[in-house]
Every structure is written in structure tokens, then in C-alpha cells.
């Protein structure tokens, strides 16, 4: 039990052993009280807050702009509402890259303002300083390769990475530094499910893919996007399981509707 009464089952060892007993993790997005709770009912294993707020929720074109403090507000929102899940947070760009006792005062400030259970970062060696100060103060890490979002200038694109022979060696020496490093999981981004497997296999820490194929560990997936409320991103590794644009959109019609023609409110929906 923690001091807030709440009972998180989901730990860093409890992933272990789910990868040890080859049982798969269900990790989602969320940046908000209401839809936490649901996911929470869900039986997820993971929420993230990811800094893919910054497109879902803020309406930007890339991650880069959303903030420290942004990210905790959508943090302290989803903390609130689950029990069981871990909950993950995204360290916003430009809050750990470079400046390793920036990245710890950064970290610091998510966990005590927020009560989350872990952070996630992208990047390899160039960003392993950081990682390992934050582990060192006893923060769990998440880490991230393959597409990295807060990298998209440097990539130029979205497309699938570590198709050459050379990006996919410095991948997989990345991925075993960040796990010698202390990081208890790590996300793989878009790349061939091959490499995918071959990374969840060389680790022994749980390998969660967005787009990295069925051979690893878990699989993420950003909650507006296979809940179909975006319509303007489907990359093929996305399976959407509703179509809740087209719901919302009828919803909202019928509500405009019935407010104009004076339907709404009807005699039992007043005082
Ligand atoms: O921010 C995010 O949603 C993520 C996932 C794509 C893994 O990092």
C-alpha cells in the first residue's frame, strides 16, 4: 500500500516476471482523469502519459513544445484516477537532452509533483549520462529507441527506422546500454519486427513495441489513435478499434440539432 491508500500492482519486478513467464504487456496513452479510470477498469498494465499530448491533446505538429509543467498537469490528472496500472511519464524534450543536472532536477520535479511511478526517455548513448543520474536517485527509467518523436528533425521524417544494417547495430548496442545503465523496460518505436524480437531477446528487461512486431514483450498504443477519434494518422502497425470520430461527430450534430429546433430540453429533462 502506498501512503496515498492506493494499491499500484503493476512494479518494476512484477514486468520482470510477466516477461519471465512470457506473459504480454498492455501499456496505452492517457493524459486525462476520466479516460484513466476506464483504461484503469481495462486491466491495462501501463498507462504513459506520453508527450504525445502535444499532438492529441495541444493540437501541435511534433512533441517538441509541450512542457515540463504541461506534462505534469497531465501527470498529476492521471495519477489521480488509477490503482492498479504503473504510470509512466514522458520527460518533455529539451528537459534531459545535454545538461545531465538538469535532467535530475527535471525528474525530480515530475515525480514529487505528479506521484507518478517512472520516467521515459528517448535516446541511447547520447543521452545515458542523464539516465544514469536519474536511476541513481532511484527514479525508474523507462527508455525509448527506434522513431524517436523529439528527434524528427534530425530524422526528417516518420518512416520505419533501422532498415540499414549500421542503424540497427547501433540500436541494439543502445538498447543493452540503457538496460546495464539500470532502465527497467524499454519502448522500440517503428523499426522491423525482426529487429524487434531479436532486441526482446537479447534483454532480459520487458521490450513494449509501438509498430516493433509481435515478437516483443508488450505493445503501446497512443489511446486517440485506436480509438479512431484522430483520422489523419494510420500507419500500418495502428489497429483501430472504434470509430469514435464518426460517434462523436453524429453525437455533437444530434445535440446542435436538438438544442436549435427547441427538442432539448423536453419536459423531464428540466425543474
Ligand atoms: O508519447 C507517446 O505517446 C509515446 C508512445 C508513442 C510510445 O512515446
New binding site residues.
Given amino acids: 500500500m502506498s501512503i496515498e491508500g492506493k494499491n499500484r500492482i503493476i512494479t518494476t519486478q512484477r514486468l520482470l516476471e510477466m516477461k519471465e513467464k512470457g506473459h504480454k504487456i498492455a ?1 496505452i ?1 492517457a493524459y486525462d482523469y476520466t479516460s484513466a479510470k476506464i483504461v484503469d477498469k481495462a486491466g491495462i498494465d501501463i498507462i ?9 491533446m495541444a493540437g501541435h505538429e511534433t ?1 517538441l513544445p509541450i512542457t515540463l509543467e504541461q506534462m505534469i498537469y497531465h501527470a498529476q490528472s492521471v495519477v489521480r484516477a488509477v490503482k492498479n496500472p504503473m504510470v509512466v511519464v ?1 520527460m518533455p524534450f529539451g528537459t534531459y537532452q545535454g545538461n545531465s543536472k538538469y535532467a535530475v532536477s527535471s525528474a525530480i520535479k515530475i515525480m514529487k509533483e505528479s506521484e507518478a511511478d517512472a520516467l ?1 526517455v ?1 535516446g541511447g548513448l547520447e543521452v545515458i549520462e542523464s539516465v544514469a543520474r536519474i536511476i541513481s536517485t532511484g527514479i525508474p527509467v523507462m527508455g ?1 529507441l527506434g522513431l524517436t ?1 523529439q528527434s524528427i528533425h534530425k530524422f526528417g521524417s516518420y518512416t520505419v527506422r533501422a532498415k540499414e544494417e549500421s542503424e540497427a547495430q547501433k540500436l541494439i548496442e543502445d538498447a543493452k546500454l540503457l538496460e546495464q545503465t539500470g532502465c527497467f523496460a524499454l ?1 522500440l ?1 517503428k523499426i522491423p519486427a525482426a529487429l524487434g524480437e531479436r532486441v526482446s531477446k537479447e534483454l532480459k528487461i520487458p521490450v ?1 513495441g ?1 509498430g516493433a512486431g509481435g515478437g516483443v514483450d508488450g505493445q ?3 489511446m486517440h489513435d485506436m480509438l479512431g477519434i484522430t483520422q489523419d494518422f494510420s500507419p500500418r502497425f495502428l489497429r483501430r478499434y472504434h470509430n469514435l470520430h464518426d460517434e462523436m461527430l453524429a453525437a455533437f450534430k444530434s445535440y446542435v440539432y436538438d438544442v436549435k429546433s427547441g427538442d432539448f430540453p423536453n419536459e423531464k429533462e428540466q425543474y
Avoid at 504513459?48 to 492529441?56: F, M, T
Fill in positions: 501499456m496513452t504513459l502519459v506520453g508527450d504525445s499530448a502535444a499532438n492529441v512533441t514522458d521515459k528517448e525509448h518523436p519502448v518505436e513494449i509501438i503501446v498504443l497512443v
